[in-house]
């Protein structure tokens, strides 16, 4: 159905604004065109400060003046002024508040908020860094809010649906995961493939089982130290990890993508030959049998875009085809810079946005959806799809069981169920560590068979997004 927008805004907010009601449109079957006059054949929405008199029925959002004065002082919203919208059981939280005579119920500037919580905003103007480059979790919205826990945008746009079918008598379709109401891509990032590395046994040796940054016991950091030898005696859990993810998925019916390194730039960067005869079998079997490989770039590549061009070259020349999906290492990513490196790498993909140290939805949202390139001031064509948990997260945190980070993992993956939208969750190879990862190998299995029980279309990163239709 086409659906006609005039946007009635100055410039400094015009292209957010178009951004926000494109994601609002985006999982349904909206053919959405931005115009200057009602048109007499479809539904006609008009977003701007006051609605024309001359105007015949349209369905006015109505803008908000603190939404422009957040974009021209470079802040968010302060969480204090937001008020609470009830709807299929969720509290959504109305950002930028606006009366409303013409169409009450929509008292708050829908676009502004979609556009705040999902577009990168939040990232582009915060001055709170970790020790990585990255947003904190504890520094956004969605967690000051309380509702990095489900999708906020994705029941903003059901919200929208619902009054639009109302207001003009007419059925918005939503999108499929071929032919499913839900999706998963399941996604493995590479980081390394053996304790039989220098930087490894370092690490493992020294930082872990001498200097105890993992906060171990005595019997866990002396194994530790016995890692190296168990890999020399054919138990070296990374490699094991890699066939262990690819025979379950494969026994499950189901394709991941494996995120593959080719280079090193920092110190947290862990090099691996990904051209050995071992992994050059391992890769052959994975494209064989129908999953996915991208590129999973170097510590600096997020703003560094001749390393990342490098890094994925190499990539494509080993594997004699084109890469079309990227996952930052370490989640590294800057709203200012990355998008734009990832545009010029002709990526058609990411899965980057999520938080490393809190699961849950990151931008609110829980489809595939088109970035944001600040750079630009303009929709980009690469399209995520958030990663709503990873492996680490839960195992890092040591006052959780195995039971209770399943419980957590699941609950999550019900969410993304219930909004009818689609995420990715990521599970490295070492999850076979006994240490690291106690049970999570247990864990993963019955995530697949949660997945499958709940009839999600799981496949790969690129294939989910190509599915949503």
Known sequence: MKINIIVSADDRIREKIKYGLTLLFHPLHADVVFSKTIAPDCPTIFYGRQLPNDSKRVLWIRS????????SNSVVPDVADVTWLEFEGKRLPRLFPTPNPINPEIDFDIAAAAFMLASDYQDLVSLERDEFDRLRAMDSLQYKLGVLGFPVVNYYSLFLKEKIEEYFGVSLEPKMYAGGSCGIALTHDVDFT???????IRREM??????????LGSTERAEKLLFP??????????????????????????RSTFFMKTGATAKQDISYNYKSAGMNAFLRSLTDAGFEIGIHPSMKTYVDANEFFRERDRLQEFLGKRVDSVRQHYLRFTAGKTVQIWEDAGMK?????????????????AFPYPLYNFAKDRISPVIELPMILMDGTF????TLTGGQALARMKELILETKLAHGAAAILFHNSLTDPIDFPGYTAIYSELLREIKRGEFFAETLGGVIENFR
Not at 64 to 71: G, P
Not at 395 to 398: D, G, M, V, Y
């Open 64 to 71: 908000s003046d603190k939404f422009t004065r957040c974009i």
């Open 194 to 200: 053996s304790y039989l590395n220098l930087k490894m």
């Open 206 to 215: 020294f930082g872990i089982a001498v200097l105890n940054r993992h906060r």
């Open 229 to 254: 030898i168990y890999a020399l005696l054919g138990r070296d859990y990374p490699k094991m990890g890699l066939d262990f993810l690819r025979d379950a998925e494969i026994e499950s019916g189901l």
């Open 349 to 365: 993909y990411d899965s980057t946005l999520g938080f490393s140290r809190e699961a849950g939805f990151r931008n609110s949202v």
């Open 395 to 398: 195992a890092e945190n040591k």
